[in-house]
């Protein structure tokens, strides 16, 4: 498969916005684009233990899998037929054969959005407010494990139903929960081992109690 079209025109300029907040965070990261019928969901690995989703709706149903560079990606136009040209295939990588289930998800909750955003920002505002008292005094490598330990304190509180607040703060860190005047709900879900919170622009799934990429 080297290109696909999407069913809305806008959906090509978004999946851009998507891989280069992907590749902002990681400069050689990259996105793991599966397609299987009307939908093809575009993965990627997160610094926040948590994969990244953001599906696109296809003009034609499809059905392919392909590992390609999250910058390139970003770069690439749409052609005159509305086709988007995928970049060239890389080999998978081990989180890649790992993707969460398709179907079977439970709601566990519905949150307002504006409460999750505010969630989110005390949680900012405390690593804040704490993180140089924390690190202070401190050995580079010591300071650094104690602002670890003060991220995973803070992003690992329950945002709700069990479900930790780093998924909303990895939801926001990639622009998923839109702006700070958006209405709407972000909805968490389970199934098996895996999470997942929906917020209005994009999906962010993590294994519940266990390291992302754990085998």
Known sequence: MTSFVPAHPSAAADLATFARRVAKF???AVVRIVAYGPVAGCFAETPFDALALRAVALAEPAEF???VEAGTLAARAVGTAGEFELPPALPALRWASSLPPRSGWTELARLKLVDVVADVDRGVEEFRERAAGVADGKSLRAGRAALEGLATEIWDRELASGVPLRLAHAAGSYGFLGG???AGEVVLR???AWWRLDAPNGTMLART???LFAL
Request: charged share 35%.
């Open 26 to 28: 990681e400069a050689d």
């Open 65 to 67: 899998d392909v590992v």
């Open 180 to 182: 700070p005047d958006d």
């Open 190 to 192: 389970a199934v098996g």
């Open 209 to 211: 109690g266990l390291a």
